[in-house]
């Protein structure tokens, strides 16, 4: 069995996601910007679900465990609301989808959390982003060619305010994956599906926050920022090689697939003309990682410069003190 965790903002759609890959309405679904998902205690049988994908051939279960949306505006819960999505991201589970709604404003907000957004680099099974849009679908008005042209600009757009957002905080994906509209959620289900079924499930050792306040202090020490920092670049390129690689192998598949019966796992027949666009999509992928090695490099000497560290260092101090507005004087330390 297959199981993956989803998280994201409250109000981006976590919990309409997953009803829509499991094409059944399982999961409470909130107004915009509000949590409906709970933490702990009862919360916990009701934020897991179990389904079976029939693609025609196999039957495979996948378990999907629904996160309280993080970050959240209610300081009396976020910090709460992170561990308990570092904890269900911890289990062994086979990987992490994050919905995120395809909004410029969200860099901004994003940004103020990159201190604990780029502690998912420690999970070990991979992370997609799924940008959940919500534009219209086709009107009366439109010709095939107007509206297929129109999506794919809007898929491009999303992509670009999704891309944006990974680089500002620091969340690293394996994949994108774009829905410019609700309905084709439940097809890039079946894509995620496939890259978590080629990920062994593992159990991940994702801080805390009581535990990333205590490494900031000793952030404190100039040399030991520098060599975490330099820790921290070594398991971002190795995050990218093994990123690299899964999805080479899973170009290989597609193009296998697109050449043969153009039947898919999760997915079953689909045309040929569809899997090679998803080959190319990958290949892009394929090309950010290696761009991302390269700024991870740039970073691991410039580590070296124990000034620059110094300054990095009381820059994060500072970050992760104004989440106290978010997080709670509690969750500080802070009387």
């Known amino acids: 069995m297959l199981r993956f965790v989803c998280i994201g903002m409250p ?36 934020n897991t679900k179990v389904i079976t994908i ?17 970050p959240d505006p209610d300081e009396k819960v976020a910090a709460e609301y992170y561990d ?11 990987g992490v989808l994050f919905v995120l709604k395809p ?25 997609i982003i799924l940008v959940n849009g919500t534009e219209a679908g086709k009107s009366k008005w439109d010709t095939d060619e107007q509206y297929a042209a129109t999506m794919a600009q809007t898929t491009r757009d999303f992509r670009k305010i999704a891309r944006n957002i990974e680089r500002r905080c620091g969340l690293h994906a394996r994949e994108i994956l774009v829905s410019a509209t609700k309905d084709q959620i439940a097809s890039l289900g079946a894509d995620v599906a ?12 994702v801080k805390t926050y009581a535990a990333v306040l205590e490494e900031l202090k000793k952030c404190e020490n100039t040399e030991y920022q520098a060599n975490a920092q330099v820790d921290y670049e ?23 697939w697109a050449a043969g019966t153009c039947w898919i796992p999760f997915g079953g027949q ?30 691991k ?13 009381e820059i994060a101090k500072k970050d992760v003190m104004n989440l106290g507005k978010y997080l709670g004087k509690i969750a500080l330390g802070v009387k």
Not at 194 to 205: I, L, M
Not at 302 to 313: D, F, I, V, Y
């Open 11 to 46: 109000g981006h759609g976590k919990s309409t996601v997953l009803n829509e890959i499991a094409k059944q309405g399982l999961f409470a679904v909130g107004a915009a910007g509000s949590s409906c998902t709970q933490a702990g205690g009862e919360w916990e049988a009701k």
């Open 54 to 70: 029939d693609d025609g051939k196999t039957e495979t279960k996948l378990e999907l465990i629904d996160t309280p949306g993080f």
């Open 84 to 94: 308990h999505v570092v904890k269900a991201c911890n289990q062994k589970i086979n």
């Open 103 to 127: 909004e410029r404003e969200m860099a901004d907000v994003l940004e103020k959390y990159a201190t604990l957004l780029k502690e998912f680099i420690h999970l070990e099974v991979p992370l």
């Open 194 to 205: 496939r890259a978590f079924a080629a990920s062994p499930a593992r159990k991940s050792s």
């Open 234 to 256: 070594d398991a971002r390129i190795k995050k990218c090689n093994s990123d690299v690689s899964a999805l080479e192998n899973h170009i290989s598949n597609l193009k296998a």
């Open 270 to 299: 689909v045309a040929a003309a569809i899997l090679l666009s998803k080959c190319a999509a990958k290949q892009e992928r394929i090309k950010e990682l290696y761009s991302a090695i390269g700024d991870a490099e740039n970073e």
């Open 301 to 313: 000497r410039a580590a070296g410069n124990l000034e620059e560290m110094k300054k990095k260092s």
